[in-house]
């Protein structure tokens, strides 16, 4: 018997949880429909830079995607404390890029004298907010909602588009943690659909691979508020959780394995032959750091550095009237 999310998410016990969404009944809703031939594929694209996005906004960071033709996997850890250390202009421009809220928050945002009771009232509000930006459901109802609005409206028809809310599985330990990040990222290839995992479009091992760039994510921004998706957005980007580099693991900020290693993981795990599934990486190819022409010190010695460029500089967008 199905049991209540509130008794499948525990951050006490887990910060990190594997969660997924399917089209329905299976539809090539987001990719190439082989019955139609009709091309859904930039759907995808809408997803990746929602929940790039959305990961910035919320206090959920995003481990590992794949964004496949029916269906899209997550791996996230949860920081429910992080809003809390957040003041309440902090919680109201966050939620704000998302939903402009009500007009009292639109008077207090926009600088309007108010009362004390209005401005307790403004508090109270933000309090919601600030519940919200660490909630997975949360999480999962603004990135799933506006994309089914959207191809609804796309395809000029209403109803489902999600097969369900979201699934969701607790990852208790670090091998389990990783499998699941290995599992995702191999999606493409398992399903016969990229060759090897930096051919593996939309997903976060390429991203990390090719795409992962102060200008990609910048883009990725532009696109929502483009698309009116987004208000504004003047928040620090987030990029992918970082794996631990230097060889020592800091629980609130690393993966707990060095990149080159989860590299080596992914590469060795896409090779073995599973039932059921109809694609592998061909066996004869070389190792992906061979593929790559890196050594692991070179690799090491740029993600490192890269990662802390990207520490230093903050990636704001807003608006523009």
């Known amino acids: 018997m199905p049991r209540a999310r509130k008794h499948l ?103 309007e004298a108010l009362s004390p009771a209005e401005r307790d009232a403004v508090g109270s509000i933000a309090a919601v907010y600030r519940a919200r930006l660490g909630n997975l459901s949360w999480f999962m109802k603004c990135l799933n909602e506006p994309i089914a609005r959207k191809a609804n409206a796309e395809d000029g028809c209403s109803g489902h588009f999600w097969e369900a809310r979201f699934q969701s599985q607790p990852l208790c330990s670090e091998k389990a943690l990783l499998t699941a990040m290995a599992y995702v990222d191999l999606n493409p290839i398992r399903a016969g659909i990229a060759k090897t995992p930096e051919q593996s479009a939309y997903t976060s091992i390429r991203a990390r691979l090719h795409d992962e760039t102060n200008r990609a994510l910048r883009n990725a921004v532009a696109r929502l508020i483009k698309r009116k998706e ?27 394995m060095k990149e080159t290693e989860y590299l080596k993981l992914v590469d060795m795990t896409g090779r073995i032959v599973v039932r059921g599934k109809r694609g592998r990486i061909d066996p004869a190819l070389a190792p992906i750091l061979e593929r790559l022409g890196l050594t692991t010190d070179e690799w090491t010695k740029g993600a490192t550095a890269f990662r802390q460029h990207y520490r230093n500089g903050d990636v704001r967008l807003t608006k523009v009237a």
């Open 230 to 256: 987004l208000n504004h957005f003047n928040v620090p980007v987030r990029p992918l959780t970082s794996f631990a580099n230097r060889g020592t693991t800091t629980a609130d900020t690393s993966l707990p």
């Open 9 to 111: 998410v525990c951050v006490s016990e887990t910060p990190y949880y594997h969660v997924y969404s399917r089209c329905v009944r299976r539809a090539f809703l987001c990719g190439v429909d082989k019955l139609t031939g009709k091309d859904y594929e930039h759907r995808r694209g809408w997803i990746e830079d929602r929940v790039r996005v959305l990961s910035s906004l919320f206090s959920v960071e995003l481990c590992a995607y794949a964004i496949m033709s029916n269906h899209y996997h997550l791996v996230v850890k949860l920081n429910p404390d992080m809003p809390e250390r957040w003041s309440d202009d902090e919680v109201l421009n966050r939620w704000t890029a998302l939903y402009r809220g009500p007009l009292l928050v639109q008077r207090y945002r926009e600088g």
